[in-house]
């Protein structure tokens, strides 16, 4: 099952965005992980979502966007952190992971709020160690 993504994306320029104090930075900016075997599964599974532009409430994400349209700065992808988390706890999903399988999730580390932006994104996707 696909959850809609409380991301929005209008044309605008990235380049001033983080400016502004809503903005807490990039997912890029806000996960590790930890074990070097792992960055390319994880690079590969978020893509261009590494470059989301983060905020906590939904208004300061709108606010931004609509600056960002009428002064025609190009475009730019942005989260709600606040939505995510709403939309988190109303789906109530899991995933148990089978034999020689990992959550790919389970190999990013991060602060709860953006677990639950990771878990949207990354969802039911697995890594496996071994093809044999």
Known sequence: MVRPSPCFEIPSNTENIEQSDAVLGS???????????????VETA???????????DPQ????????????QKGRASIASLELLAQAD????????APENTRRIVDLIDGDAEIRHLLGGILGRMLVVEDLA
Request: no cysteine.
């Open 60 to 71: 300061a994400a709108r606010s931004i966007l609509q600056d960002l349209h009428q002064n």
């Open 27 to 41: 997912l890029a900016d806000k996960i590790r992980v930890p074990r070097e075997e792992d960055i390319k599964a």
């Open 89 to 96: 706890e109303a789906s109530g999903e899991s995933l148990d």
């Open 46 to 56: 978020l893509g261009a979502r590494l470059q989301l532009v983060l905020t906590r």
